[in-house]
C-alpha cells in the first residue's frame, strides 16, 4: 500500500508541475500580448497621387551665332575718326567715317573688330569691322536620326550658357532640314531665341535641351514603387489607415517622381516611402509628406508617457492606502 500511494502521489505531483507550467506560460503570454498589443501603429509617411507634367527631352549641344552680321573691310589710313568698337549702334547711325564716304548701320548691332591673321600682309594695313545683331540667337544642331520623328517647329527648348549655371534661357526649334545627312546620319536643326540683355555672346557654347511629348499625366513618388519581377506595386492607404497593396502600370520617371498609367486615381493616399515598414492589410500612424518628424514623434512619446505615469499612480494606491490605514491605527 505504502508504494502505491508513494506512485499516486508522484503522478500528482507530476501533473501538478505541467499543470502549473501551462498556466504560467499561459499568463506570461497574455501579459506580453497585452503589452505589446498596446502599441501605436508605425508611422508612415504619406503623400497623394497628383497629376505632374512629363516631357521627354533630346540634349545636344551648339553654338551661339547672331541673328544677322555685316562685315566691312577698310583700310587703316582711310579712318578719320576712331571707331567705338564693342558699342551698341542704332540702324542709321554711323558706324566709320572715312576719308571718301561714311559706313552706315543697316540695322541695330554691336560694333566689333576682327584682325586678319598675321601671316597675312594686308593685316599691317586692313582692319575687319562687323556688326551684329545680337537680340536674337540662333543655334544649329544635329538630331539623331531616332529623334526624327518627334522633331517639329515650335518645340519648346532649354538652353544652358556655362557662364549663368543657374539660369536657363527659353528658346524654340525654328526650322530642320527636309534629308538626314548620310555622314552623321543626323537632322540638322534650327533654333532661336531672344537675347535682348546682350548676356549670350556670340561664339558661346550651348547646352540644349529639346522637349517633345509634353503632357500632364498621374503621378506618384518613385521612392513609393515596389518592383517584383516585371510588376509594379504600390501601397495605397484607404480610410482607415489600412496599406492595401494595389498593382499599377507606369510610364516614364522625371525629376523623382513615376508616371502613373494605371491602377491608381488623383487624390489617392499612397505610401512615399519606407515602404519596407509596410506589409499588406497593416494599419498605420499618417504622415504627410513635409511635415515635421519631430513633432510627430513628442506627441507620441507624450501620449505614451501620461500613459505609463497613470498606470504608475493606480499601482501604489495601494501602499499609500496602507500608510494610510496604520497611520490612523497609531492615532
Known sequence: ???????????????????TVIIGRTMIGNHFKQKFSKRPP???????????????????YGTATPIRTQSFKIE???????????????????IATLKNRRIIAQFSGIIGKKEFSEDLEVSKSSI???????????????????????????????IKFSGYKNKIFKGEVVSFASRISEDTRALATRIKMKNLSGEILPGSFLEISIKY???????????????EGENVFIYKIDEKNKAMKTKVRIGDRYLGFVEILEGLNKGDKIVAEGTKKV??????????????KKQVKNSWSKKEKSKKSGEDK?????????????????K
Open 1 to 19: 500500500m505504502k508504494t502505491s500511494t508513494k506512485v499516486t502521489s508522484l503522478i500528482i505531483i507530476f501533473f501538478l508541475i505541467i499543470a
Open 42 to 60: 508605425p508611422g508612415i509617411i504619406v503623400t497623394q497621387a497628383q497629376e505632374k507634367i512629363f516631357e521627354n527631352i533630346i540634349s545636344t
Open 76 to 94: 587703316k589710313y582711310e579712318i578719320l575718326q576712331p571707331i567705338n568698337f564693342n558699342q551698341k549702334v542704332v540702324k542709321g547711325d554711323v
Open 128 to 158: 575687319l569691322v562687323n556688326l551684329e545683331d545680337t537680340s536674337s540667337i540662333y543655334c544649329d544642331v544635329d538630331i539623331p536620326e531616332i529623334f526624327v520623328p518627334y522633331i517639329e517647329a515650335g518645340l519648346p527648348v532649354d
Open 213 to 227: 511629348d509634353v503632357r500632364s499625366s498621374l503621378s506618384a513618388p518613385d521612392t513609393s514603387t515596389i518592383v
Open 279 to 292: 506589409r499588406p492589410n497593416l494599419i498605420i500612424r499618417p504622415i504627410e509628406k513635409g511635415a515635421k
Open 314 to 330: 493606480e499601482k501604489f494606491d495601494w501602499l499609500k492606502n496602507i500608510f494610510k490605514k496604520s497611520e490612523k491605527d497609531n
